[in-house]
């Protein structure tokens, strides 16, 4: 229970920092730099802690969309199944902990080149 529970906070965790860095565009230039070290602390923080539990978050961006992946895609039926398409963006990045999957991911899909 401990171990879920954990996953889905590091995974909300994730989708605020990548918030933060969508937000670092629009902040006036003396606020990005101190803005900016904040999100890379933060972002190493989680990232230490997740390898305390040997856990870590896997996202998709770029990659081929492939039935085995872990992850959902939120606009699969407009691919025949998410065949023929690529990960555009990951909207959550699975948690794997020991090889073995705790939480799947949501990704939004493109169409191949």
């Known amino acids: 229970m401990i171990e879920a529970n954990f996953a889905q906070l590091a995974v909300e965790y994730w989708k605020l920092l990548r ?3 969508r937000a670092l565009e629009s902040l006036p230039d003396q606020s990005k730099e101190r803005v900016a070290s904040q999100v890379r602390y933060a972002s190493s ?9 040997k856990m870590s978050l896997q996202t998709f961006d770029g990659m081929d969309f492939e039935v085995n992946l872990p992850a959902s ?4 039926d407009e ?7 690529v990960v555009e963006r990951t909207l959550e990045p699975a948690v794997i902990s ?3 999957i705790l939480l799947m991911g ?3 899909l ?3 080149a």
């Open 73 to 76: 895609a939120i606009n699969a």
């Open 19 to 21: 918030i933060l860095e």
């Open 110 to 112: 493109a169409g191949k």
């Open 79 to 85: 691919f025949e199944g998410g065949t023929n398409s």
């Open 98 to 100: 020991n090889m073995r």
């Open 106 to 108: 949501k990704v939004y």
């Open 45 to 53: 923080r989680l990232e230490t802690l997740l390898a305390e539990e």
